[in-house]
């Protein structure tokens, strides 16, 4: 099975922070990776697809990227809406993983 | 509007059984494979079963051999079976859309509880 090493497990920052969080994949995955926001008792909600491609609706601020099996998720202006636990997830290879998560607080 | 709703959630005492339905709307559901994803209380997300459209399934090694998934197309309904269920079974289960897609869908959930 492709292992999802997520870090950091969970950050305190203040708005309009940047905010980076990563991925390493313990394999080649490709593009087939996906970021995604989940809220207190609310269903994940996909940010990026492709690694770097940004979702519909989603704000710019968000964005993805990819260097061999390490991803990242940048959030370049922490805004109070973006304070939640953030999950990347691989879709290359069944079956599919996702990271330890990322909790966002306020600082 | 797309629509995933789960149903079939309860209590139920180790090695029991349970089915979930996850009942779909709003898009192409036969052109979807579909997927079942897991969260125990406080912790993080965990794929637990996919149909594919030409109905191959796939599973986590933490289910394999108790869980099996289904498809009913007619019905634009997911499922899964669950039997010989165990303490850490308990767990939040959401129905997914093909998260290989542009587009993802996700129900709100419906909650396993695995107790005596």
């Known amino acids: 099975d492709i292992q999802m090493t997520q870090s950091p497990s969970s950050l305190s920052a203040s708005v309009g922070d940047r905010v980076t969080i990563t991925c390493r994949a313990s394999?080649?995955?490709?593009?087939?990776l996906g970021w995604y926001q989940q809220k207190p008792r609310k269903a994940p909600e996909r940010l990026i697809y492709?690694?770097?491609s940004l979702q519909s609706g989603v704000p710019s601020r968000f964005s993805g990227s990819a260097s061999g099996t390490e991803f990242t998720l940048t959030i370049s202006s922490l805004q109070p809406e973006d304070f939640a636990t953030y999950y990347c997830?691989?879709?290359?290879?069944?079956?599919?993983?996702f990271g330890q998560g990322t909790k966002v607080e306020i600082k | 509007e797309v629509q995933l709703l789960e149903s079939g959630g309860g209590l139920v005492q180790p090695g029991g059984s349970l089915r979930l339905s996850c009942a779909a709307s709003?898009?192409?559901?036969?052109?979807?494979?579909m997927t079942w994803v897991r969260q125990a209380p406080g912790k993080g997300l965990e794929c637990v079963s996919l149909?594919?459209?030409?109905?191959?399934?796939y599973y986590a090694d933490s289910v394999k051999g108790r869980f099996t998934i289904s498809r009913d197309n007619s019905k634009n309904t997911l499922y899964l079976q669950m039997s010989s269920l165990r303490a850490e079974d308990t767990a939040l289960y959401y129905c997914?859309?093909?998260?290989?897609?542009?587009?993802?869908?996700w129900g709100q959930g419906t909650l396993v509880t695995v107790s005596s």
């Open positions: 709003g898009f192409t559901f036969n052109s979807y494979a």
């Open positions: 492709g690694a770097s």
């Open positions: 149909i594919s459209t030409s109905y191959s399934t």
């Open positions: 997830l691989q879709h290359n290879s069944y079956p599919w993983t």
């Open positions: 394999q080649g995955i490709g593009n087939d």
């Open positions: 997914a859309s093909d998260m290989r897609k542009p587009y993802d869908y």
